[in-house]
């Protein structure tokens, strides 16, 4: 493949990753990143949020051979662990007995992708130097140093946005391209971060492989375990109504809504008064556009394409997936950019808006069905089934989380077919007696045919 100049805009998690498989296939890669170095800024692990990372974004960091690395930073969590408002609590596995999704801190993968990308001999990174607009017809990016302020411009044979849910590099795009498709969705609820410290010695104070879940229909409280022994929990929550951010204006309420609602959780969050007055409250957006290339120059990628709500655990593998797609497509068309950018929009933007799309469902799911022993009853039954026919059946989820081979816009279909026959199978008289029955088999394969 003959070597392109290519400028990548955000060294976030897509931005890094991408960098590295591009510098692989030979191309000169400079990334322009809007924020300071986080690694040499004083970020501690334990503070940062965290995210769970699946099959997907393994085969993303598998296809540069950096997923052992990664490994490193990564806990296993092989089910959700529900906590019920009257103490009780429930393991509730994700798949098989090995399957697990993965608490990766954000800003220690980051680093380590930065890293990583950094000892490609072709990739360089400029911190510091936010992207204001490319021009489209020089391929120009134009940059604005963020202390000095110092405007630069930077040209190349191709440029990717790689920044991020509120991307300049989209905008721009809107700005001067016709017929540009945009739309943006926030949900009513936002979300917060809180933290559970480590007890003595750094002790977990609850089940370390596990993603902790208060589901309370409306709402919900989660928590990812971190390797230095604390959690980084997050309350979804409306902004407005009954039971609300609104509402939570005092730490007398706070408390009050916490001690109600999370009882078991309380006692485990010295901290919980001042984190809630002083942590930011964030919304949660979902975008999409298209198209996602202009010219076959300039290409958008990650949640610059397709910001989602995190309630499938999959901006980051999507945006991972996104870099998998287009390396097969470089190695199938080498040195044709334009077939490689088309395929690669034509490929992923179906896919992406499945997983928007699943990603939205998934919250019901998690705030309001975790809890409900129709639900509990109905992944037992796939689970069963899917283990004794599993060229027949494999549970969404499964689907999602740990089959890469299968296309988020394949997945969506299936599920919602799979939906329907499990409605009916719920509906029988008598279901939870004879859920492991030879009938409730044999009706799920009937209607398989
Ligand atoms: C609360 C929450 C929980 C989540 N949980 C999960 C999860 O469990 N699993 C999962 O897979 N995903 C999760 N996600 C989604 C995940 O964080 C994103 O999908 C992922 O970060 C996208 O990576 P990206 O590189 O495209 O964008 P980003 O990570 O946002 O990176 C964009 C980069 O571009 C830089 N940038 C922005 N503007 C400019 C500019 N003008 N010039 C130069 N640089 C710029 C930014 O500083 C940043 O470094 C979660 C998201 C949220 C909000």
């Given at each position: 493949?003959?070597?392109?100049?290519?400028?990548?805009?955000?060294?976030?998690?897509?931005?890094?990753?991408?960098?590295?498989y591009l510098s692989k296939r030979g191309h000169n890669i400079t990334i322009y990143e809007r924020r300071p170095d986080m690694r040499k800024a004083n970020i501690s692990a334990g503070k940062s949020i965290n995210l769970?990372?699946?099959?997907?974004?393994?085969?993303?960091l598998e296809g540069v051979g950096i997923a052992n690395e990664i490994k490193k930073i990564a806990i296993?969590?092989?089910?959700?662990?529900?906590?019920?408002?009257?103490?009780?609590?429930?393991f509730q596995p994700y798949g098989k007995k090995d399957q697990a999704i993965n608490s990766v801190s954000r800003a220690e993968i980051n680093m380590k992708l930065m890293d990583l990308a950094e000892q490609q001999a072709k990739v360089k990174i400029y911190f510091n130097e936010r992207c204001t607009h490319i021009d489209k017809?020089?391929?120009?990016?134009?940059?604005?140093?963020?202390?000095?302020?110092?405007?630069?411009?930077?040209?190349?044979?191709?440029?990717?946005?790689?920044?991020?849910?509120?991307?300049?590099?989209?905008?721009?795009m809107q700005l001067?391209?016709?017929?540009?498709?945009?739309?943006?969705?926030?949900?009513?609820?936002?979300?917060?971060?809180?933290?559970?410290?480590?007890?003595e010695n750094g002790k977990f104070l609850m089940e370390k492989n596990a993603l902790h879940i208060w589901p309370r229909g409306s709402f919900m409280m989660i928590a990812l375990p971190n390797p230095d022994g604390n959690f980084t929990c997050t309350l979804f929550l409306p902004f407005e109504g009954e039971k609300s951010f609104a509402k939570?204006?005092?730490?007398?309420?706070?408390?009050?809504?916490?001690?109600?609602?999370?009882?078991?959780?309380?006692?485990?969050?010295?901290?919980?008064?001042?984190?809630?007055?002083?942590?930011?409250?964030?919304?949660?957006?979902?975008?999409?556009?298209?198209?996602?290339?202009?010219?076959?120059?300039?290409t958008l990628i990650g949640d610059a394409a397709h910001a989602i709500v995190p309630f499938y655990g999959q901006g980051m593998n999507c945006g991972f997936e996104d870099c998998v797609v287009l390396d097969e497509l470089m190695a199938k068309h080498p040195n044709d950019w334009d077939t490689i950018l088309s395929t690669y929009q034509h490929l992923r933007k179906p896919d992406s808006d499945a997983i928007a799309d699943l990603a939205i469902g998934n919250f019901v799911e998690?705030?309001?069905?975790?809890?409900?022993?129709?639900?509990?009853l109905q992944k037992k039954i796939e689970a069963r089934f899917s283990e004794k026919y599993p060229d027949k059946w494999l549970p969404l989820y499964s689907m999602v989380t740990f089959s890469p081979q299968?296309?988020?816009?394949?997945?969506?279909?299936?599920?919602?077919?799979?939906?329907?026959?499990?409605?009916?199978?719920?509906?029988?008289?008598?279901?939870?007696?004879?859920?492991?029955?030879?009938?409730?088999?044999?009706?799920?394969?009937?209607?398989?045919?």
């Open positions: 493949m003959s070597a392109k100049n290519i400028n990548i805009i955000g060294a976030g998690l897509v931005g890094s990753l991408l960098s590295i769970a990372l699946s099959d997907r974004g393994w085969r993303g296993p969590m092989y089910g959700r662990f529900i906590h019920n408002k009257n103490g009780n609590t429930q017809a020089t391929l120009t990016t134009y940059l604005e140093h963020n202390e000095t302020k110092k405007t630069t411009q930077s040209q190349s044979h191709l440029v990717f946005g790689a920044d991020g849910a509120f991307a300049a590099s989209r905008l721009n001067h391209s016709d017929r540009f498709e945009y739309s943006q969705h926030y949900i009513s609820a936002g979300y917060k971060e809180l933290i559970i410290p480590p007890g939570l204006n005092t730490k007398e309420a706070v408390k009050q809504f916490f001690e109600e609602e999370f009882p078991d959780a309380v006692p485990l969050m010295p901290t919980l008064l001042d984190d809630f007055m002083n942590n930011p409250t964030s919304s949660l957006v979902t975008v999409k556009c298209y198209p996602w290339v202009f010219e076959n120059k300039i998690m705030r309001d069905k975790t809890a409900d022993p129709t639900f509990v299968v296309r988020y816009s394949t997945a969506l279909k299936e599920g919602v077919k799979q939906q329907a026959i499990m409605d009916s199978i719920m509906a029988l008289p008598h279901i939870t007696q004879k859920w492991d029955s030879e009938e409730v088999e044999q009706l799920m394969l009937a209607q398989l045919k």
